[in-house]
Antibody
Framework: QVQLVQSGAEVKEPGASVKVSCKTSGYTFTSYYIHWVRQAPGQGLQWMGNINPVNGYTNYAQNFQGRVTVTRDTSTSTVYMELSSLTSEDTAVYYC????????????WGQGTMVTVSS | DIQMTQSPSSLSASVGDRVTITCRASQSITNYLNWYQHKLGKAPRLLIYGASSLQSGVPSRFSGSRSGTDFTLTISSLQPEDFATYYCQQSYSTPPTFGGGTKVEIK
C-alpha cells in the first residue's frame, strides 16, 4: 500500500541542523510532489516547502528561506528535509505529505517526526 | 501570501448535531480549497479537495461548499470520532497556506 515513512525523533541543541527523511513506497515516486508541514506545540499547521521529484525543483516558504533544504534520492524514493540554525521555536512535529500536483490536496501523510531543540 | 481566515476557532457540539466551519480567503482561489481533519498524535487526514469533492474513504456526513471566497465544511451529523481539529488550506498559489484551525469538542 501507499506509505510515507519518516525517520525517528530527534533532539538537537540550538544552532544545530536536523535532517528528516521520508521514504515513500507503493506508488510511482516521480508522480507526486512531496511537501513538508510542521506543527509546533499548541500551534496550527505550517507549510515549509515542497519538491517536484521529477526534476528536483523546490519551493520554500518565505519564513524558512535560507534555512530549509528539501532534496530527493530517486534511487531510494526518499525525500529529505534539512533545517539549519535551529532555535527552540523549531521544536515541532514535522510531517511529509504527497500531492498529485502542487495545487492538489495532500492525500497521504507520513507519521510525523518530533524534533526537540533544547540545550 | 494568501491569508485564510477560519472560524470559529473552537466549538462544542453534541453527537448528532450539524456542525459548520467556515474559511475565508483573502483573494480569489477559485476552487483550490482543501479540508483536513487532525487528531492529536496522528497525521492530518484529507477530507475534502477542490472545495467540494469528497476524498475516497471519507464518510458522506462530511461535505464542502464554496461561495466566492467563502468556503464551508459541514458535518451533517456529528459522531464521537469527529472530535478533532479541522484545517482549511488553499492550494491555488505557493505557499499553500492553512487556516488557523477549528477545534471541535464533543459535548
Amino acid at each position: 500500500q501507499v506509505q510515507l515513512v519518516q525517520s525517528g525523533a530527534e533532539v538537537k541543541e540550538p544552532g544545530a541542523s536536523v535532517k528528516v527523511s521520508c521514504k515513500t513506497s507503493g506508488y510511482t515516486f516521480t508522480s507526486y510532489y512531496i511537501h513538508w508541514v510542521r506543527q509546533a506545540p499548541g500551534q496550527g499547521l505550517q507549510w515549509m516547502g515542497n519538491i517536484n521529484p521529477v526534476n528536483g525543483y523546490t519551493n520554500y516558504a518565505q519564513n524558512f528561506q535560507g534555512r530549509v533544504t528539501v532534496t530527493r534520492d530517486t534511487s531510494t524514493s526518499t525525500v529529505y528535509m534539512e533545517l539549519s540554525s535551529l532555535t527552540s521555536e523549531d521544536t515541532a512535529v514535522y510531517y511529509c505529505a504527497r500531492s498529485y500536483s502542487g495545487a492538489d490536496g495532500s492525500d497521504i501523510w507520513g507519521q510525523g517526526t518530533m524534533v526537540t531543540v533544547s540545550s | 501570501d494568501i491569508q485564510m481566515t477560519q472560524s470559529p476557532s473552537s466549538l462544542s457540539a453534541s453527537v448528532g448535531d450539524r456542525v459548520t466551519i467556515t474559511c475565508r480567503a483573502s483573494q480569489s482561489i477559485t476552487n483550490y480549497l482543501n479540508w483536513y481533519q487532525h487528531k492529536l498524535g496522528k497525521a492530518p487526514r484529507l477530507l475534502i479537495y477542490g472545495a467540494s469533492s469528497l476524498q475516497s474513504g471519507v464518510p458522506s456526513r462530511f461535505s464542502g461548499s464554496r461561495s466566492g471566497t467563502d468556503f464551508t465544511l459541514t458535518i451533517s451529523s456529528l459522531q464521537p470520532e469527529d472530535f478533532a481539529t479541522y484545517y482549511c488550506q488553499q492550494s491555488y498559489s505557493t505557499p499553500p497556506t492553512f487556516g488557523g484551525g477549528t477545534k471541535v469538542e464533543i459535548k
